[in-house]
């Protein structure tokens, strides 16, 4: 089991990298009313056949290159059955890969979220050229950080500069505040 959230969200996402993904939706949803914390992760990469979205899940297995074991799959989804959660994966090849994650938020094996916020800004500013999409939801709010949209805005100003950098990390402390405190 990883120590966060954040650190399986870190994971899903170099995983959709590695297979060549210019963009990643990550949709995380806390809900009390529905007693859930739900995460969503898709990317249009290589997507993979039937045979290895079946291994995919072994730890002993893994698509990457001089690599023998994966475990950031396997421990997602150990974690979401320890939890008394669910897990899902589904690909195609040449059209990408989704996987959905929900636990029951009273759970109390259920690891915390982390750094949320951290994790959107370093992902988003160590990957310039892949395009991220992060829907954020409680059961009072809905927040959107869209790189694309971003990159937009500035112009030609590359998302990874220090002054670009800075204005993320004010945007998202002011936006993610919501999402932890309920």
Same mark, same amino acid.
């Given at each position: 089991?990883?120590?966060?959230?954040?650190?399986?969200?870190?994971?899903?996402?170099?995983?959709?990298?590695?297979?060549?993904?210019?963009?990643?939706?990550?949709?995380?949803?806390?809900?009390?009313?529905?007693?859930?914390?739900?995460?969503?992760?898709?990317?249009?990469?290589?997507?993979?056949?039937?045979?290895?979205?079946?291994?995919?899940?072994?730890?002993?297995?893994?698509?990457?290159?001089?690599?023998?074991?994966? @475990?950031?799959?396997?421990?997602?989804?150990?974690?979401?059955?320890?939890?008394?959660?669910?897990?899902?994966?589904?690909?195609?090849?040449?059209?990408?890969?989704?996987?959905?994650?929900?636990?029951?938020?009273?759970?109390?094996?259920?690891?915390?979220?982390?750094?949320?916020?951290?994790?959107?800004?370093?992902?988003?500013?160590?990957?310039?050229?892949?395009?991220?999409?992060?829907?954020?939801?409680?059961?009072?709010?809905?927040?959107?950080?869209?790189?694309?949209?971003?990159?937009?805005? @500035?112009?030609?100003?590359?998302?990874?500069?220090?002054?670009?950098?800075?204005?993320?990390?004010?945007?998202?402390?002011?936006?993610?505040?919501?999402?932890?405190?309920?």
């Amino acid at each position: 089991m990883m120590d966060e959230i954040c650190s399986h969200i870190a994971d899903l996402i170099v995983n959709s990298i590695s297979a060549e993904a210019k963009h990643i939706k990550v949709t995380i949803e806390k809900s009390k009313i529905n007693n859930e914390l739900s995460l969503k992760v898709s990317d249009d990469g290589k997507g993979m056949n039937e045979s290895i979205l079946k291994q995919v899940i072994d730890p002993f297995y893994s698509t990457k290159i001089g690599r023998k074991v994966g @475990l950031g799959i396997p421990l997602l989804k150990g974690t979401a059955e320890t939890c008394g959660g669910s897990f899902n994966i589904k690909s195609t090849p040449g059209r990408g890969t989704e996987i959905a994650v929900s636990f029951p938020l009273n759970h109390p094996d259920l690891p915390p979220l982390g750094n949320l916020k951290d994790t959107i800004l370093v992902l988003s500013v160590s990957n310039p050229e892949v395009d991220f999409t992060f829907h954020i939801k409680n059961d009072v709010v809905n927040f959107t950080f869209d790189t694309m949209e971003i990159k937009k805005m @500035l112009d030609g100003l590359p998302i990874n500069s220090p002054e670009v950098i800075k204005f993320l990390k004010d945007y998202l402390d002011e936006h993610l505040d919501f999402f932890n405190k309920q």
